[in-house]
């Protein structure tokens, strides 16, 4: 199993930046692919990026495209979420997880392992 640990959150500003970092350690971390999750109070967690394991393919949810980058340094065993023009209703815990498997899918039932999470708060 993959030990995750995220941070960079906090409180910003409605049209600022931050900048997510999710380090993995455990497994080699080029063997799965990776994704960011978000929870807001009182709603599911809702997928919002992810990226293979070379890093050469990436998705975004509708809702962040264009304003958020997936990236890893797999020399670093390390995830990004690049976060930017960021809106109140991005306001949520962000979680990064890890993929073993082999199907593309932006479930969160198919992610193995999950950080702790990481606030961010977006004041209007």
């Known amino acids: 199993q993959v030990r995750l640990v995220e941070s960079g959150g906090g409180l910003v500003q409605a049209g600022g930046s931050l900048r997510l970092s999710c380090a993995a350690s455990?497994?080699?971390?080029?063997?799965?692919?990776m994704g960011w999750f978000r929870q807001a109070p009182g709603k599911e967690r809702e997928f919002v990026a992810r990226?293979?394991?070379?890093?050469?393919?990436?998705y975004h949810a509708d809702s962040v495209k264009g304003r958020f980058i997936i990236s890893r340094d797999n020399a670093k065993n390390t995830l990004y979420l690049q976060m930017n023009s960021l809106k109140f209703e991005d306001t949520a815990v962000y979680y990064c997880?890890?993929?073993?498997?082999?199907?593309?899918?932006?479930?969160?039932?198919?992610?193995?392992?999950w950080g702790q999470g990481t606030q961010v708060t977006v004041s209007s």
């Open positions: 455990g497994r080699t971390f080029s063997s799965y692919a």
């Open positions: 997880a890890a993929d073993y498997g082999s199907r593309w899918t932006t479930s969160a039932a198919e992610f193995g392992s």
């Open positions: 990226i293979s394991r070379s890093g050469g393919t990436t």
